[in-house]
């Protein structure tokens, strides 16, 4: 028999959740599990992601939908994974997480200051391309890791986003869709591909970026 159900999970700012629909688009279960990003008290303003504590609430998600509705994960055809745009994970050279943030994370205004006083028009020239802005963006996330946690920052072998992040822990497939890997403002949109070079003109490494599919 033809699979015949589809799953989504969406890491999104509140909560996680997975759902199942027939290949009719009607839904067929939904377990939710609302989670929040604590605020380290060294950084104002900062939200940490807890990778190890979210991914069992992911996790317990799917397995609860399939429970919930009795089906056979075999006849899944396909899923799919969403998330709260701009929140980022960085990975060591083994895979493994080792920083990660919530999009309503606020701690790098200071390298946001930073960025405009090396060159006042690099903003400008990065959202003609990319599409973002320095707000919410991955660029001064990842310098504010370079200026405040050089030692995360030297092990940093690659950088993603959650819903990467959540096909990596299902799949072991560690690369970026472009619909979310564009919000981190090192894209080129026209290519849908990474372009090392505005890293580059931040100051920032450009040997961190994995295959685009």
Same mark, same amino acid.
């Given at each position: 028999m033809a699979k015949q159900y589809l799953m989504a999970v969406d890491a999104g700012t509140g909560s996680v959740r997975a759902v199942l629909f027939d290949t009719q688009g009607n839904q067929l279960?939904?377990?939710?599990?609302?989670?929040?990003? +604590?605020?380290?008290p060294r950084w104002p303003g900062s939200m940490d992601f807890d990778w190890v504590y979210n991914w069992q609430l992911a996790s317990g998600c799917i397995r609860g939908v399939l429970n919930e509705t009795g089906i056979d994960p075999k006849d899944i055809a396909a899923v799919s994974t969403t998330c709260m745009r701009e929140g980022i994970v960085l990975y060591d050279k083994d895979g493994n997480e080792i920083w990660a943030c919530a999009n309503v994370d606020a701690r790098s205004n200071d390298e %946001?200051?930073?960025l405009i006083r090396m060159d006042p028009s690099l903003e400008k020239q990065?959202?003609?391309? #990319?599409?973002?802005?320095?707000?919410?963006?991955?660029?001064?996330?990842i310098l504010w %890791?370079?200026? +405040?946690?050089?030692?995360?920052?030297? +092990?940093?072998?690659?950088?993603?986003?959650?819903?990467?992040?959540?096909i990596y822990k299902m799949t072991g497939?560690?690369?970026?869709?472009? #619909?979310?890997? #564009?919000?981190?403002?090192?894209?080129?949109l026209q290519k849908r591909a990474w372009d090392p070079a505005i890293a580059e003109k931040c100051g920032l490494r450009t040997d961190i970026f994995p295959p685009v599919r």
């Open positions: 279960g939904c377990v939710q599990r609302e989670w929040e990003h +604590k605020e380290d %946001v200051g930073q990065v959202y003609l391309e #990319s599409g973002q802005t320095y707000a919410l963006g991955a660029l001064p996330r %890791v370079k200026n +405040k946690m050089p030692e995360v920052y030297e +092990k940093v072998a690659t950088v993603g986003m959650f819903n990467d992040w959540l497939v560690l690369e970026v869709e472009p #619909s979310n890997g #564009s919000t981190t403002g090192i894209f080129d």
